[in-house]
Structure formats: structure tokens, C-alpha cells
């Protein structure tokens, strides 16, 4: 059985190509052995890989305050971001945070394509990582192949278990950081040494570490095109604006191989010299000459390779490089290019992106870190005390949001002669959730029905800190 897919070109099809090619789906997987490149998005690449595996394995080891920096503790139900404590009641910054992140993913591809996916996604990084052990025990690409072709031999299994047991130990360690950020890494790390780490820190840390190795070092491409749904709605984000690395049909048909000192317009040729390199060193396997393809990822290694040819050759760059749709088929310059970039879809965007985050902002930097609930005593709504007063009981949860401790000083208003008759002094220790019962009482001779109160509190070790919380005072009939 088969199925017809259709590429997108940006310029004409080769006569020896058709834009529509037969894929079977029941073809058995071939393993890609990409070959090494060095280049300016070569360069860019990794130094992404750099930055996000220090971020990654760095953060969990940084302290803030004699705790750990970062750090999600689902146990008692507390998120750590440097000074910020953020508690299930604070959801919403974490929703504000995951709104922002997927309208960065939609800007971005909108504007440079899939380039989350060539620079930056875990699978490309991991996927990066692993190949550069994989080459530095096996060899470059042509020994690798050679290898996997041989027969069984003990260099050949003595290769391969070193291999493995390198990728093993960087997704194990990998799965060891993901849990650190989950339960305190120090810890973690002197459990592991004695060897009691609990049951469901191993669990995870083999479950993360056994993903990464399948997936970077088996799965690699496949997850991209088979199991990765960007790949697949990704199209619905593009536009003929959209940059993207293409192959520049105008210029570079018809291909065909020729001598360094041929020149291409005496054999009819254009500037592609058939050499295959940028099918060799894509680490999804595909052809940039026949146009767009969903399996692309972006990386432009590609253009890095074919650079190098043209450079040898004696043509100019840019056979294969970033860029447009319109700009292939109007001849734009990188000015027209940058200006078109700034279309009413990135715009919008921009603009809704830049609210919410604002939003998140100041909602975060007017965040109270104290939040109080009053809660009704239901066993005595109103009450008849001494000397005639009429007395409700509240229950006050003060949840203490800081880390230090607060000594919070209750107050209450709304009606004449209204007072706390419990103790108004009151001290929440750090993190620490507070539950009392405040006895408030008016004087004798206070109309009847409810009448509208308000709680407030007010530290005395942060004057900043100042809450108000409104309720009901009832006066029996």
C-alpha cells in the first residue's frame, strides 16, 4: 500500500523530478547516518545545545536563601522560582506562562519556521549529543556505515557496548537532573549515594533516562516525522512570508557533476553540482532540492555543506540558504525580507504576546506574597455574650506565601463598635499555612439582619504586606 505525498518547491521542478513521489507506507525503517558539518548555523546550533544543557543540568544545583533555586516540591504542593513561592491557588501565572510559550512557538514559526526544532527542541539537542558520541567511538559516517554493515566481531561489539553504556550514563544522568527538579537534587544525590533513594525517584529517573536514550538514540528523525504533532500543523503557521531553508531551483538547474575548472554555462548546468552532500548531512534524510517538506526541521545544515561546495567551486553562497517564498519568486534583497517579516500574523502576535506578558508581570510584582480566607463558623452564627454583646466566630486561614516568618496584626470594620474579642496578634512561620478561630463582637443594640465587614491584616515585619478580606457579621433578630 501507498500513498501520494506532494512537496512544495519554490521555484520550477527539475524535468527529472516530479513534484509528487511514491512513499510507501510500509516501508521499513533505513537508519541515517548523518555526516559531520561545520558552518555558521553549524556554529549556532550548538552553541544552542551549549546553552540549553547548561541551563537544563545547572539549575537545580543553584541555591537561593539555603534551598534549592528551582524547584517544583509537588509533595507539599509549592513551586520555587528564586524568591517567588507560588502555591496551587497561584495556577494562574503558571496558565499565563504556558500561553506566553506557545504564542512564542506561533511568532517564531511564523517568522523563521520550524526553528524551535532545529535549534532548541530536546529531541534535536539530544538527538546532536548523542551522534557526537556516537562519531567519536564509532567514526565519522562512512566508518559507521562500514560497521553497521560488517559482520559481529569483538572490536565491532567492543565498539558498541562503549557506545551504549556513554548513552546510557548521559540518559541516566539526564533522567537524575529532570527529578532534581522535582525533589531536592542534594538530596537526591547523597540518596543515590547511599542507596536509598525512594521508589518513585528511581522510577522516574530510569523511566526519563530510558525516553532519552530511546529517543535520541534509536527513534532520533522518527520522532520528528511520526510522533511529534508540530511537525504535522506546522503548515497551518506558514505562510509565503514564512523563512525557511530552500534550495534555490533558479540557480542551481539543471545539476550535474562536473570538474572544478568546467564552466557550468558551456555543459548547460546550473550551479548544483549534484553531490548529494546536503542529503548526507540532513538528520532526517531528506532532499532540500525537492522543495518544502514537512520532515524539514530547519537546522540548516544543509546550507552549511552546500556552502562549503560552492566555496570550492568558485560560485557564490546561497545555493541553499533561509529565506522566503516571495523572496525567491520576486528576487527580494535581506532588507525586504526583514521589512515583510513585520505582516499583520506576526503583529498580532507580537502584540498579544506582549499584553499577556505584561499582564503576567504585573500581576506577579502586585502579587500579595500572604492570602487569608475567612470561613463562617457554621456551629454558632451569632451569639449572645457577656454584658449583652452579640458575638460571631470566623476561621482564618493565613497562608504565609514568604520565607520568613510574619507576625501579623487582625483588624476588623464595617460596624460601630466593632472589635476582635480573640487574640489579634498572630504568627505565621515561613510557608506555613495558619488556621484560627476569631471571635468578633459588637455592642448591645446593633440593628438586626447581616451586615458587611471587613478583615484586615497587616504585617508588622513587611509593611507591604496588607491584606483585606470582606465578610458578613450577623445580628439575630
Known amino acids: 500500500m501507498s500513498t501520494t505525498t506532494a512537496n512544495q518547491p519554490l521555484g520550477p521542478v527539475p524535468e527529472d523530478e516530479p513534484s509528487e513521489h511514491e512513499v510507501s507506507l510500509y516501508e521499513s525503517h533505513k537508519k541515517i547516518h548523518p555526516r559531520s558539518v561545520s558552518g555558521f548555523f553549524t ?48 495556577f494562574i501565572y503558571l496558565t499565563g506562562l504556558l500561553v506566553m510559550a506557545a504564542l512564542s512557538l506561533f511568532l517564531f514559526t511564523a517568522v523563521a519556521g520550524r526553528l524551535w526544532c532545529g535549534y532548541a527542541c530536546p529531541q534535536t539537542v539530544y538527538t546532536e549529543v548523542f551522534l557526537w558520541i556516537e562519531k567519536k567511538i564509532e567514526g565519522d559516517r562512512s566508518a559507521r556505515i562500514r560497521m553497521d554493515e560488517a559482520p559481529l566481531s569483538g572490536a565491532k561489539a567492543g565498539r558498541k557496548a562503549v ?3 556513554a548513552w ?37 529517573i530510569f523511566f526519563y533516562g530510558f ?26 503557521m506558514f505562510d509565503k512570508d514564512t523563512l525557511i531553508v530552500t534550495y534555490d531551483t533558479t540557480r542551481g538547474e539543471p545539476r550535474g557533476s562536473r570538474g572544478k575548472k568546467v564552466d557550468p554555462k558551456e555543459k548547460g548546468l546550473g550551479s548544483c553540482v549534484d553531490c548529494t552532500l546536503c542529503v548526507q548531512v540532513c538528520p532526517t534524510g531528506i532532499d532540500i532540492r525537492k522543495g518544502l ?65 505584561i499582564a503576567v508581570g504585573v500581576s506577579l510584582y502586585r502579587r500579595v506574597p500572604m492570602k487569608v480566607d475567612v470561613i463562617r463558623d457554621r456551629g454558632a452564627l451569632a ?34 463598635g466593632i472589635v476582635i474579642a480573640s487574640e489579634a496578634r498572630v504568627e505565621v512561620l515561613p510557608t506555613e499555612v495558619r488556621t484560627l478561630a476569631v471571635r468578633v463582637q459588637v455592642p448591645p443594640g446593633a440593628s438586626s439582619g447581616s451586615h458587611p465587614i471587613v478583615f484586615k491584616l497587616q504585617s508588622t515585619t513587611d509593611a507591604a504586606i496588607q491584606l483585606d478580606e470582606k465578610s458578613v457579621f450577623l445580628v439575630p433578630r
Open 43 to 90: 556554529r549556532w546550533r550548538w552553541a544552542m545545545v551549549w546553552v540549553t544543557q547548561i541551563v537544563f543540568y545547572g539549575l537545580p544545583w543553584l541555591n537561593w536563601n539555603g534551598r534549592q533555586a528551582i524547584l517544583f516540591d509537588l509533595l507539599s504542593r509549592r513551586f520555587y522560582l528564586g524568591g517567588l513561592v507560588l502555591y496551587p491557588q497561584d
Open 211 to 236: 525516553a532519552t536514550y530511546g529517543n535520541a538514540g534509536f527513534m532520533r528523525e522518527q520522532v520528528c516525522k511520526y510522533m511529534c504533532p508540530y511537525a504535522r500543523f506546522q503548515s497551518a
Open 163 to 165: 557506545k551504549h553504556t
Open 293 to 357: 517538506q514537512y520532515e524539514c526541521i530547519g537546522c540548516g545544515a544543509c546550507a552549511d555543506v552546500c556552502d562549503d561546495v560552492m566555496d570550492k567551486f568558485g560560485y557564490a553562497r546561497g545555493l541553499v540558504k533561509y529565506s522566503t517564498q516571495n523572496a525567491m519568486a520576486g528576487g527580494w534583497d535581506k532588507a525586504q525580507i526583514i521589512r515583510r517579516a513585520l505582516r499583520p500574523r506576526v503583529l498580532i502576535y507580537t502584540t498579544v504576546l506582549t499584553a499577556i506578558a
Open 383 to 416: 451569639r449572645m455574650v457577656e454584658q449583652g454583646r452579640i458575638e460571631n466566630v470566623f476561621r482564618l486561614q493565613i497562608m504565609n506565601a514568604t520565607e520568613a516568618k510574619q507576625v501579623v496584626e487582625l483588624g476588623v470594620e464595617g460596624m460601630d
Open 168 to 204: 546510557i550514563l548521559f540518559a541516566l544522568w539526564t533522567g537524575f537532573t529532570f527529578v532534581g527538579y522535582f525533589t531536592p537534587i542534594r538530596g537526591q544525590a547523597a540518596d543515590v549515594v547511599s542507596g536509598s533513594l525512594g521508589a518513585w525517584q528511581t522510577f522516574w
